[in-house]
Every structure is written in C-alpha cells, then in structure tokens.
C-alpha cells in the first residue's frame, strides 16, 4: 500500500497541475526526531523494541509480533537513547547517555554511556551496572551470552584495581544484576577484549600510546601469549571479535590496498587468508558470536555477504522484496526467521518492515518520519566531476522538487569528519533545505573515507586546502553545466562540514553568498592541543599538514585567524554540551569577528551534543538556517 499510495500521489499532482514544491511540508516535518529511530528483536521472535518519538519526547515501545498490541511503554522524555539489546526474551537493554564529568573520578567533560536493563515480563527496571564496583558506564553495547540456560551480559566497563581506571569485562545475570563478578581486568593500555561463547576472555588488544605501538595477546589453555605487535603511530589494527570457528579471533589490519580482515588462531596465533577488504560491519550469529558475515558499501549502498549459502539466499529474498530501494538490516531473531529491515525508497524515503521467512511475509512497521509524503522527497541523483588538479570525485545533487534544472540556487553541504562519506539514500537535513528550493550538493572530497583508500590519503595534509577546493570545484562544475547559479551559492555543514563552511568565508573566498556552521572548530592549535591522547594528535596533524599541535601551519588554515576576511554573512550553531567540538571554538571565532567588526550570529543550543540528539534544539537549528538561507540567498 505504501508504494501504491506514493504513485497516486505523484499522479494526482500531475494532473491538476500543481506545483508539489509549492505545498512542500512544514519544515518541522524535516526536523523533527524520527518518528522510529531503532527496532530490536527478541532473540525467541516474539517481541519488538523500538524507540519513537510522541511528539518531541522519546519512549520504548515493546510490542508482540503475533499481534502486534503495544505491551509496554516507557515514556523517557529526551533522555539521550543510545541503543537497544534484547538480553534475553525477557530482559531489554537500554543504553542512554548525558554529558558530564564522572563523580570522584579524575576524567574530562564528556559524555558517559549508561544502560539500564527491564525485566519485560515482570515490570522492573534496575541500572545494568548496579552490582558493579566500578564507574556506572559502559563502553559498548553489551554481548549476551546463554550459560547453563541463564542470561548474562558482559559488559565493557571500568574498575579500579589502582589509582587508575581500567577497561575490564563485568558478567552480569540479568535475572540478578547484584550477581556481579569481573571476568577480565585489563592494563592502563587495553583498548578491547573478546569473549568466547562460554564467557570467558580469551583476546585482549593493548596500545602504548607513548610508544605508537599494537599488541594482541591471545589466551589458549588459559596462558596467555602475545602473538602480534604492530607499529601503529595513528592506524592500529582492530580486534573485532570472534572468528568463525569459535577458534580463532577478527583482526583488521590497515593495508596499502585498505583494510584487511584476517582471522587468528587463539591456540598458536596463525592467521589466515584475508577474508574481506574495506569491510563496514561484520555480522556474528546472535548465539554463538561466530563470525557468520560481512557488509561492503557498493556506490554508497550496503552489500551483505554470508558464508551460509542458506543465509545467503535469506538475505536475496529479503532484499528482493524491495526492488530499487536501499534495504539494511536492523535485526533479527536467534533463527533468523524473523528480519528487521530498513528501506529506504527513492521516492518514499525510509520506513521500517518486519519480513517473516517461514510465512514469506512483510509487514510495515511504519515510516521513519511521519507525515512525509511522496510530494516531499526530492530526487537525489549521482553526479562526477574533476577537481582543478584532476582528481576524480563524485556526490550527490538533491534537486528541488518542481522546478527546472537551470540556474539553481545551491547549498554545498559537506560531510563531517571528514573520513566518512556522504551516501545515496534519505537525508532528512538535505531534503529540507531542497523542500525550500535549493539544490543540495554533498561531495566525497579528498579525505573521505569508504570509497576508496586512494581518496582517503588524497586528503593526508589538505585539510582547508584541496579538501575545501574539491567542493568548489563542484560548485564550478554545476555551474558550468547550467544547473546552478554560481551567484547564489551558500555553504552550510555541521563538525568538518561545519569547519568548511568558516574556511568557505575565510580560506576560498569569493565562491560563497553566505555559510553556516554547526559545531564547527575554528582555532585548529587549540583544538589539536586539548587531545591529551598522542595517537589522536597525530591524527588530526596528518590531516593538517602539521607536525604537532604546536605547528604555525595550523594558524594558516585556522578560520578564527582569517576573521578579517570575511566578507559575506556568517551564522554559527553550537550546542552548549558538545564535548567534540567544544562550544568556545564558535565563541572565539565570534570574538574574533567582532574584534575585525565582522558582523555575524552565534546560536547556543542549551543542553544539545556534538550531534544534535534533542528534538527541540534539533528543530531550532534547522529552522535558524533555512530562516538565514532564505534571508541571504532567496530561493526565487
């Protein structure tokens, strides 16, 4: 019906001649949480969780499959969700975070991951780490293991066996959290430790942060050896978790050609052929925490390969079901029988389906954001261009629904990070500034990362140099096409995206109406010198182009040192709790224009994060851009 109800919408537009981008949506219906924002199912396939949003205010909705009635609701306001793990039929676990400093521990303002577990069946909610003593945070989703028929999460927590905190393992019965003993204490060094399918701790990564140096120590007959020690001054490998055989564990390793996954023998450290390159997630059956799969990215869309061949064929029946649409896996039962999916339709947007292989069946759970109708997706297209040195780069160009492709206004809207990548598929920020009337260009500029290795190492040293220039190198190139208007032409980006937008207004002037800049670092030295941590120094400097935090160089790209620049109007959002990107990085480059007499405009967003998890300053952010756009850059 879904699909159906998008045709006949389109078609009725057509034939009454109306303008769809006149009745685009409210902008709210962009800005606002989504309506679902995760689904988890129960390891017997008898339960979802998922967390909506009623009006702006989160909550967790279990309900039953066979009928699909609501059995539980848990209204959380806007406490941050961070996830949700079934620890057993009967036990949800929810991870949630605030911002902060930890009571009587001596550690930075950041934001600190909690979980609480929910006894389903019986109506009671305790804190997962009740019984732990240690900090009361978690460092990743739990992993759930079945030991003599009784459910237990092991959790990557903190204790103290000295004056300082250590990474250490918790196993912790659900059913008697106060049931608490450490499985594994690590070293001031442990990054991650793996735990087998009988709970115990048989891998174990350590870094020598001082040293730039990797170790794995493995256990077998309960010695432990080390086995592999690799010098990694910034790109160490990753201990991922168990191998296929229950034997061995995942290790990836960054290559000349990419990341290479192998597999380690835990008995004497043997690794084998490579299994995957460039790899994005690995895929462990729920159980056993076997390896069972892994998801490359195709042009921006997942590809999910099993070494089941029957896993294999569920999957291309899954996908099957939804020709021409994205489709991610969300989750699914022990037996896999039952499949939680995302799909995101090029002309529908994202909604949720449940597919049930034994009845050969789908059933929508509903649509990531309500009141999106077909009329309110623009197309986002492919588009490839050079750069002024040759550089081959492609995007995606959000169009304006019902206007012609000539002499568009434009939005640049680069990506954080900047080693992400911009993909194809629904993006709810970019879709409400083209509901507005503007094009939207998103490029994969030099330094991104999940296209290609060659692309990510383009950008080694560019950062506000020929990482800026590639995205108005994409501004020439539509306008030599006669797509936009080189004219009207505004940058608008959030963390990296958002520091492309202060260099579009003060590094590669002349290309830019106006920019807009959420969370974005402004003083590079000040930003590089508060990492304590020397490996993520010497990231940040690779791309830099500078030798340390202390290098003149990084004045030279530093937006806050070229206030004076300025020469087009500048808006610059940041929430109050952001612990990425600090808040003061927006205020000195709002005293430094003012010190220059540059007018511009902060916005502090109270009690928002790095990632604008809040609903109302979610909205209140979109809405002081496109109020600004529409000021300095009028769509018509």
Known sequence: MRFCFGRLFAGLCAA???????????????????????????????HLALTVTNGEAREVVVQQIADMKIVKRMPVGETKLRDLTWGSPNHLIITWSRTGTAGGVIAPRQEWPMALVVDVK????????????????????????????????????????????????????????????VTFAGSLGTRNVVVDEAGEAVAESVYDDRAGRWRLRLKSSDIWTEVLVVDAPIDGPSLLGMGRDGASVLVSTDTEDGAEVREVALKDGAQSAALAKDATS?????VSRRLIGFV?????????????????????????AFPGDLVRMISWSNDRTQVVVRVDSPKDGPAYALVDRNKHTAVWLGPEYRDLTPSDVAEKRTVSFKAADGLALAGYLTLPRGRAEK???????????????????????????ASRGYAVLQVNYRGSDGVTRSLLEAGYGQWGRKMQTDLSDGVRYLAGQGVIDPKRV???????????????????????????????????????????????????????????????????ISPSEHAGEVEIPLLMIHGRDDTVVPLEQSQIMARALEKAGKPSELVVLPGEDHWLTTGTTRQAMLTSVVTFLEKHNPPH
């Open 490 to 556: 505004c940058i608008v980006g959030a963390s990296y995206g958002g520091y492309a937008a202060l260099a579009g207004a003060t590094l590669d002037r002349g290309v830019y109406r106006c920019a807009a800049s959420v969370a974005g670092p402004a003083d590079l030295k000040r930003m590089v010198g508060a990492y304590r941590v020397r490996r993520a120094q010497r990231y940040w400097t690779r791309f830099m182009g500078a030798d340390d935090a202390k290098d003149p160089d990084l004045s030279k």
């Open 296 to 320: 490359h990215t195709i042009d921006g869309a997942p590809a999910y390969t099993f070494f089941d061949p029957a896993d294999q064929r569920l999957w291309r029946g899954v996908a099957a």
């Open 16 to 46: 009454v001649a109306l303008s769809c981008a006149a009745a685009a949506a409210p902008l709210e219906v962009y800005g606002r949480l989504p309506r679902i924002e995760d689904v988890a199912m129960a390891p017997d396939g008898a």
């Open 282 to 286: 690995f895929i462990h059956d729920p």
């Open 122 to 181: 019986n109506d009671r909610a305790r804190s997962l780490m009740e019984g732990v003593n240690g900090m009361n945070v978690i460092y990743r989703s739990p992993d759930i293991r079945v030991l003599d028929g009784k459910p237990y999460a092991f959790v990557n927590g903190v204790s103290f066996p000295g004056s300082q905190g250590v990474l250490t393992v918790f196993r912790i019965d659900l059913n008697n959290v106060r049931q608490t003993r």
């Open 407 to 433: 002499a568009l206004p434009l939005v640049v809207f680069p990506h954080g990070g900047p080693a992400v990548r911009d993909m194809p598929g629904f993006d709810w920020w970019a879709q409400a500034m």
